[in-house]
Antibody
């Protein structure tokens, strides 16, 4: 059974940093690209970033480019999202997801990030 | 960016048909495949994939869900609607980065 478990969310002040983790199990992690998708409170879904199976390629939405870094450790079956220079508009539940030809068949439960002073 | 437009809400009676539309600002087809996917999300839960590539039913999804369309016009149909289907439905394109979602259609009981 595919399982994705996010952690690392919390309350952080604007301009500070936070690092999210996603522990994967139930599949061969190193064979799959991975992604982060977020959802602001009471709002819709927003793709954030994608990383290839081996970490050699990464893709970001414009609003996080230069501030967020997606990475992975295949030996630990773990996905990361380093978030720097956080803004209030980054407040959201962040989901780890496994894409396949662009569709997200597997999602974690999400971790809430609140950016506020 | 490809913009996906959905109606905000749809009221439907149980055991009737619900038709949810998604219109895209650009063609999301490529080599005969529609890179359009549909998700269901209930409050407090993660999204669930229902339909992928326009019309393919995802694993474990009941056959009362179906998807159709091509190019820039797509439809998710639920027939018949059951009480458990009350949720918000999102379309998503993966033809081009950035992947984009519609704003969601909230399915409500009439």
């Amino acid at each position: 059974e595919v399982q994705l478990v996010e952690s690392g969310g919390g309350l952080v002040q604007p301009g500070r940093s936070l690092k999210l983790s996603c522990a994967a199990s139930g599949f061969t992690f190193s064979n799959y690209g991975m992604a982060w998708v977020r959802q602001a409170p009471t709002k819709g879904l927003e793709w954030v970033a994608t990383i290839s199976y081996d970490g050699s390629s990464t893709y970001y939405r414009d609003s996080v480019k230069g501030r967020f870094t997606i990475s992975r450790d295949n030996a630990k079956s773990t996905l990361y999202l380093q978030m720097d220079s956080l803004r209030s508009e980054d407040t959201a539940t962040y989901y780890c997801a496994r894409p396949q030809l662009g569709r997200f068949a597997y999602w974690g439960q999400g971790t809430l990030v609140t950016v506020s002073s | 960016d490809i913009v996906l437009t959905q109606s905000p809400a749809l009221a439907v009676s149980l055991e009737q048909r619900a038709t949810i539309s998604c219109k895209t600002s650009q063609n999301v087809d490529n080599y005969g495949i529609s890179y359009m996917h549909w998700y269901q999300q209930k409050p407090g839960q993660q999204p669930k994939l229902l339909i992928y590539e326009g019309s393919n039913l995802a694993s474990g999804i009941p056959a009362r869900f179906s998807g159709s369309g091509s190019g820039t016009d797509f439809t998710l149909t639920i027939d018949p609607v059951e009480a458990d289907d009350i949720a918000t439905y999102y379309c998503q394109q993966s033809k081009d980065y950035p992947y984009t979602f519609g704003a969601g259609t909230k399915l409500e009981l009439k």
